[in-house]
């Protein structure tokens, strides 16, 4: 619906009302349906084995039975309303079917069938023809090229690759860009009990975008937590609306977003750090909109599945018991990396521990129960009920190993005996109760049976659970925030300077800058030497010089820039200034030569406003020098910010610590800092898409002595040839 | 065999053949065997169903059948002799059954009981006599407090937890210094499919050492790669040379060494880098010896599964085929973070690609055969016979996804001809071929046998896989470097100076350094202001002064050290620095003023060599002033290091770049400045216990100027109270 949306306007509610229509089909009718197809075969079987309260029928010109059904030659043989199309027929096919769908009063389409955008110009003129034709009829479409859908909470299931049992039905909506990745996303939400509300492949987008499907999940009562795999983002302003609205939701986002190799050699006029199409770029705008970025499959859905469970968990306090040493000390070496903790246990709780445990036990957070539990496999629940005494005020979740047994034991009986009282243990307690494995295995059909008949959900692996719960942690944080800040105020718009073209060097950007506040260092332009010798005077001995013409963006680059000059040199500097200008550049006018008082000391910092090609505005921020030039130490954030982010970008910086005064420096007046560095930004966000770039580098902080000593900017409109 | 190697000085080829005859018995009596413990119940169980080809025994005082099996009264009524005791008595009667072991001429002995060392001080007194009776006795013993071990390779499972099959045999051997986690990590072999040759839980390792296991594994032909979970590391010297035995018999060793947060808060008297303990020395150690470090369970399995298969892939260059776009794009970001490469395919290659896949596709490396597999499954194989024609010189290894079936198929045919083929196409293709899934799942016991049966290895999920195939590269980079270099000479011992006592400030380590050839910027003592302004004369104005007392190990603190002295002034400085040094320190002889000339730019390095507890001496190499202040940024290795080693320091510093002249400063001379950062070394390593810490900061260089502006030593005997 994402072109849709645009031609009619669709809102929120209205993408969410027909997506629901869509998914919560009754009837479906799979058309160019034949047994000599892998797809249809296994969508039928998809249908008759999940969708049991669906009405199926197959449509094919050719056959009379397919896949044990009597078949329909076309869609005029329907003896009742169908709701959703699904369409497998030739590409060459596919417009024509379209147009049959719409004349039987059905409005939702699956499209499987490839050949579209994918495949060239060609398809992708195809794939406009269907997008009007789907305009034009009032269609909903997922696809082309798409696999299609698994509503598992509602038992619809037109999904063109066969569904291995079980199909658990749980908290996690799933959206990808992949169809490929698809069914192996689906066994790994199997194998791992991560259960599902809907899985949607989206193939080509044509008409229907990740984002709508978002927009969906979000509404969706079933769904608790998203995971997407995204390998574009092509509509960036709607994702923001969308992740913003799971926000305020409260559903997190869990993206795999691929593609952090392509961009980073884009050379770029300025120095900015941050480059256009900088995978660096993605990151903090995920960040900025809470979603929580993962890197792997596996821990998609080790991330998705914990947070579906334990969305509820804020802070970073655990209470571990575990059977096993060895656990406890990777629990620890991973919670360090995590940033989270494991406070002491209370004197009383030790005391009772000790007790309890065998005289060989160091009762102590995380807990290790000790091999012991073999002879007495009731120690560990004991231990839980011990930690549950004093757990309010002190821990925000009990993280409990879980031994789940992967076959039927002969006697039964004890073991889901242990799991009801784990269960009842997890209902009582103040704080959630995490259950965890030591690794990474998937459940059996007797282990899924044992936890999913007592509500329970277990965390697959030490590290992949701590590294969930990690982002956990992290996404409660963000989001607490933007809750309490808000989203950030779009900066006023501002027109662009009547002259604004090509590259502005220095002297032109001083004057735009000072007319918006933002302070500057002081300098004169002087047009002879004479006025250059007489503007010094103004200043403290020595002063600095600085070639300046708009034709030339670094000065420094032709030797441009005279330091420490003292006054008597100043007329013989003027005219060397102005030969290397001419000598290096034949043609171009020479505005002037810029004289200022000489500043040293303090810190530099560059700050830098580029234009991402996705994200529009993009601020960097970075200390000057070897800190960006060799470290590429620069915080970025996607525009627009307040100023408590940009107070969160200077803490994220490497350097940080020089700014609060370490190696001797004076401590900055930060209150300062940022709200020059706010104003800058501001003021690039204004200027809006004229403006391409705007770099202050270095803007110089000694104490509360904050200004711009020098700045660039790079209008979207070419300057004059002259 | 820790303890009793040092006092039989027992040969590498002692401990691997006794240990040989260990996990080689033929016969096992269990002592302590009884129906009431889960413990006596699950080894018997293993015995008999993973052991068949020995003979088990079972020994209780007051019981007439357990397990089902005549139960001896004692070791007395053993009719045969036997070759191992599997001990699970009380604690109290461990060591009198020992002495009823060696009486019956049993020689291995596998401890299960707890209670010694991590007992307390009781128990660890306790374990001292165990270690004293083995030791008069003649008796290899596991344990105490482990759970004995699986050679699954050779048929023997005195192993104490339940194993689950199935327990597949294959090329990797694992030791563990946490029992508890040993049966996870077993659960997860077995879940993916790597096959183990011998599993060891050490417990606590009285007299056989993790280090002793490893010994064996490298000797034993059925295991190619070494799996370790790591607490502690007791025995440096013996680790180091496993390791390096490890690494000249090509048998890669993957180590979970836990711990890495418990240090780093140890204060230490010099600036250098590395603080004793810190788990960053645990990386440059296990670095330099060729060990690989993961940091999960689950990663731990991936790589020795990867590289128990695949240990002879050589070189980064991957020829990639897979079903998925998406894939493709996890791929490549992987790649790109691991440093592996997807080499462009060879122009024919793309034409006959072209011509066999769906016009649609866009044949690139890696490969999406596209979702057409669905309808024609045999488009990956034929590509990966494409592919094949053009591997050498291309490519080090070709990865394939493949979708092994989890379940049989009614008719699974052509699935296993499919699997035929791809068998073959490994065995015929001229570099290894890599399998691969898409996610991280079980083998279901179908898959492990179309694997199993064809000799085929999955590798499991897109990251795990990534991930261990860079581990793999870099083993080889460092292993063939390891054995084109060979192991780093020792340096010559050194006498320490007769006065090396507590802390030697810069005046007192100047004349060390010089005395070995190390450049040191000129100085000279002036112990009277006369005799400064002489000196100050031999220099070129303005010179710099530095107070000089053996009671003051930081000059800069009591504002000892004045730079820029003009020689009108180096009077009036040196009264100044006496008085600092009086007001500061009462107590403390003025040795003297050191007058030198002054020295700017240049780039700054630090030079430190310190103690550790574990690993001896420390080398730390870092960029002065921000770079080790603010960011950390040190490269660390364990003495002894050879100059090629140096040269790779340098280049892991994240300010690498300014020592090749980026920002405009002077390349440095990198032979020279190896070359002295080598000298330093070696003094530090050729001085030995007498030392603690000598730390050279700053070295300066320029160019191929490079000298000692400052240093401190710091020597293992207190200084005089004085």
């Known amino acids: 619906m994402r072109l849709e949306e645009k031609v009619r306007g669709a809102s929120h509610r209205e993408v969410v009302d027909r997506l629901g229509a869509f998914f919560g089909a009754k009837s479906v009718v799979l058309i160019g349906a034949t047994d000599r197809s892998p797809w249809s075969i296994w969508t039928h079987a998809n249908l008759r084995q999940y969708s049991p309260n669906v009405t199926v029928h197959v449509v094919h010109p050719h056959h009379d039975q397919v896949h044990g059904q009597q078949v329909l030659k076309s869609l005029n043989a329907l003896d009742e309303p169908v709701d959703l199309a699904y369409v497998m027929v030739p590409t060459s096919a596919v417009l024509e079917v379209m147009n049959e769908v719409a004349d039987a009063g059905i409005t939702n389409v699956v499209i499987l069938t490839a050949g579209f955008g994918e495949a060239g110009p060609e398809g992708a003129e195809l794939e406009a023809q269907l997008v009007d034709l789907a305009h034009a009829r009032g269609l909903t479409v997922l696809g082309p090229n798409g696999n299609g859908f698994i509503n598992a909470a509602g038992g619809l299931t037109p999904y063109g690759l066969l569904i291995t049992p079980p199909l658990d039905v749980g908290p996690v909506g799933i959206v990808l860009q992949s169809g490929g990745l698809a069914s192996a996303v689906l066994a790994g939400a199997q194998a791992r009990g991560v259960g599902l509300s809907l899985l949607v492949s989206t193939g080509n987008e044509a008409l229907t975008s990740a984002s709508d499907i978002m927009r969906y999940l979000i509404e969706d009562d079933r769904t608790k937590v998203i995971a997407a795999f995204l390998e574009s983002i092509r509509q960036p302003d709607e994702f923001r609306e969308v992740a913003e609205l799971a926000l305020a939701a409260g559903k997190p986002i869990v993206a795999l977003k691929t593609g952090r190799t392509e961009a980073g050699a884009k050379a770029a006029l300025a120095h900015t750090g941050a480059l256009a199409g900088d995978d660096r770029v993605i990151d903090a705008a995920f960040r900025q909109l809470g979603i929580i970025r993962v890197n792997s499959l596996e821990e998609l859905l080790a991330t998705a599945g914990y947070l579906g469970h334990h969305r509820e968990i804020r802070g ?19 919670a360090s990396e995590e940033k989270l903790e494991f406070p002491e246990f209370p004197p009383e709780t030790l005391a009772e521990l000790g007790e309890l445990l065998p005289s060989f036990s160091n009762p102590q957070n995380p807990l290790d129960v000790t091999g012991y539990v073999v002879m007495d496999p009731t120690i560990a629940l004991k231990s839980l009920g011990i930690v549950a005494n004093d757990v309010v005020g002190n821990y925000d979740m009990v ?14 009986a004890p073991i889901e005996q242990r799991m009801d009282a784990l269960a009842e243990a997890g209902k009582s307690l103040d704080v959630p109760l995490v259950l965890q494995s030591l690794i990474s295995v998937d459940l059996t059909s007797y282990s899924r049976k044992l936890l999913g008949d007592r509500g329970l959900y277990l965390l697959s692996g030490i590290e992949p659970g701590m590294r969930a719960i990690g982002h956990g942690a992290r996404y409660h944080d963000r989001r607490d925030r933007w809750l309490e800040v808000g989203p950030p105020t779009t900066a006023p718009s501002l027109e662009a300077p009547v002259n604004a073209r090509g590259v502005w060097p220095e002297h032109l950007v001083r004057g735009l800058l000072e007319a918006h506040g933002i302070p500057v260092a002081p300098a004169r332009l002087a047009t002879s030497a004479l006025e250059a010798k007489a503007f010094a005077g103004e200043f403290e001995e020595p002063v600095a010089m600085k070639v300046a013409s708009s034709a030339l963006a670094h000065k420094s680059d032709i030797g441009g820039v005279a330091l420490n000059v003292e006054v008597d040199q100043v007329t013989a500097t003027f005219d060397e200034l102005k030969k290397r200008l001419a000598v290096a550049l034949p043609e171009a006018t020479l505005d002037g030569v810029l004289v200022g008082p000489m500043r040293t000391g303090g810190i530099e910092l560059l ?27 620069v915080a970025l954030r996607v525009l627009p910010v307040g100023p408590e982010e940009i107070t969160t970008m200077l803490g994220e910086l490497r350097g940080a610590a020089l700014l609060s005064g370490a190696r001797g420096t004076r401590p900055v007046d930060m209150d300062r800092l940022v709200a020059v560095v706010y104003q800058i930004a501001q003021l690039a966000e204004g200027l809006g898409e004229a403006l391409d770039t705007l770099e202050v580098n270095p803007l110089r902080v000694e104490g509360d002595c904050i ?11 070419e300057g004059d040839s002259k």
């Open 316 to 334: 970073r306090r655990i209470a571990a018991i575990t059977p096993s040493g060895g656990a406890c000390d990777l629990l620890a070496d991973l």
């Open 399 to 412: 993280l409990y190993t879980a031994t789940i047994p992967r076959l039927e034991a002969p006697n039964p």
């Open 607 to 633: 700050v830098g406003v580029v234009t991402d090609p996705t994200w529009g505005k993009v601020l960097s921020l970075g200390l000057g020098g070897v800190w960006v030039e060799v470290l590429g130490d």
């Open 707 to 717: 200004e711009v000593l020098d700045a660039l900017a790079v209008w979207r409109s």
